[in-house]
């Protein structure tokens, strides 16, 4: 076996960090792990593997050419999952970092965002983040994946980011789109995490 992944968030009576530690370091495919977490978040340090949606939000910026080193970076939410790892990777490329989150005051929240040169939305909120909040130019990606009612859909449902990507989409430099943005490219970066085991793997048995 290559990698084992666990799918978060656990049911509430399942103790969430004492399966996490269970899992061998060297089959974390997730990043999860708290060791790999506790590396990530050391200067100098680099964990086995990183987080996928992390990972994905950062592979995202570099192949659209956004340079990360020096830019103001916010990330709306602080999550474990996706929040403060994704707030770590930032810092480990050189980015001036800051969280908002639920309590952070809306008018606070407002206007760190509208100083941002890149947006990582992961609050789980539907389009709470507005067109006009958005820097001109700024880099968006939007983990966010909410249902809201759509009576016109068979399902009655239909899926919106954190962003209000109509009003967003004509200030932003490059946004991502929900659904097909950042979750198809977070199955990615599993997969390459668990390539990446594999070859260590042999490696260590050659």
């Known amino acids: ?16 960090e004492k399966v996490l530690t269970e899992i061998s370091l060297a089959k974390d495919v997730d ?14 340090r ?5 987080p996928c949606t992390p990972k994905a939000c950062l592979e995202l910026l570099s192949r659209s050419g956004v340079s990360i080193k020096g830019k103001r970076a916010v990330v709306v ?17 050189d980015a001036t970092v800051t969280i908002v989150h639920s309590q952070t ?14 947006v990582i939305a992961a609050a789980g909120q539907a389009k709470m983040i507005k067109g006009s909040w958005i820097k001109p130019g700024a880099a ?19 899926l919106v980011g954190d962003v209000d990507f109509e009003e967003a989409s004509k200030v932003a430099g ?21 390539l990446e085991g594999a070859k260590r793997n042999i490696e260590q048995n050659n």
């Not at 005051?105 to 890149?118: C, F, G, M, Y």
Request: aromatic letters at 4%; hydrophobic letters at 40%; zero cysteines.
């Open 1 to 16: 076996m290559v990698g084992i992944l666990v799918q978060l968030p656990l049911p509430k009576h399942i103790n969430e």
């Open 31 to 44: 990043g999860f792990h708290p060791l790999n977490i506790g590396k990530l978040a050391m200067k100098g």
């Open 46 to 50: 680099d964990p086995l593997f990183l």
């Open 77 to 93: 939410g602080r999550s474990n999952i996706v929040g403060l790892p994704a707030s770590l990777l930032l810092l480990k490329a």
């Open 105 to 118: 005051s809306q008018s606070d929240t407002e206007s760190i965002i509208r100083e941002a040169d890149i």
């Open 140 to 158: 968006v990606i939007d983990v966010g994946t909410n249902s809201v009612d759509d009576p016109t859909r068979k399902s009655g449902y239909r």
């Open 174 to 194: 490059w946004i991502t789109p929900v659904p097909g943005g950042v979750g198809p490219m977070t199955v990615t970066m599993l997969l390459k995490n668990t």
